[in-house]
């Protein structure tokens, strides 16, 4: 088992948690911590997933660091790894990630259930990792 396919298959245990949780209307998930906490860490953990592949391709790679998460992710559109927009596009997710991290206190939970009907980015961004790889 190599590093980028642990991180898959972390990345995709994480994914089919959130993806249950989208089926629960905003009231019903509000309503329960079991729910959004589950929902908090399972976004931490998966982003996490795509920002340790950007990490881990670059240093095996030998492209340039990274200098913070948005940049990983960056990297890797400008490496082919991803569609370029698709990169733009979720780069703001480490923002996220840090806001689960470090600012727990104040976070706003009904973002994060807008959240959940975001989580094909992931299937997306596992889709064009398996391809990547591949090669």
């Not at 569609?83 to 997710?93: H, L």
Request: negative net charge; charged residues 25%.
């Amino acid at each position: 088992m190599t590093l980028h396919r642990d991180l898959l298959e972390e990345l995709e245990k994480n994914l089919r948690l959130l993806e249950d949780l989208k089926t629960l209307d905003c009231e019903e998930f509000l309503a329960n911590p079991r729910h959004y906490l589950l929902a908090e860490r399972c976004f931490q953990l998966a982003i996490q997933c795509v920002l340790d592949m950007g990490y881990t391709l670059a240093s095996l790679r030998q492209w340039q660091r990274p200098g913070d998460g948005r940049d990983a992710i960056r990297l890797m559109g400008r490496q082919g790894v991803i569609p370029t927009d698709f990169a733009e596009r979720i780069a703001p997710m480490a923002n996220f990630r840090n806001i689960l991290v470090h600012a727990y206190l104040g976070i706003n939970r009904e973002l994060v259930y807008r959240y959940l009907s975001q989580t094909d980015d992931f299937r997306a961004f596992i889709g064009y990792l398996e391809t990547y790889l591949a090669d």
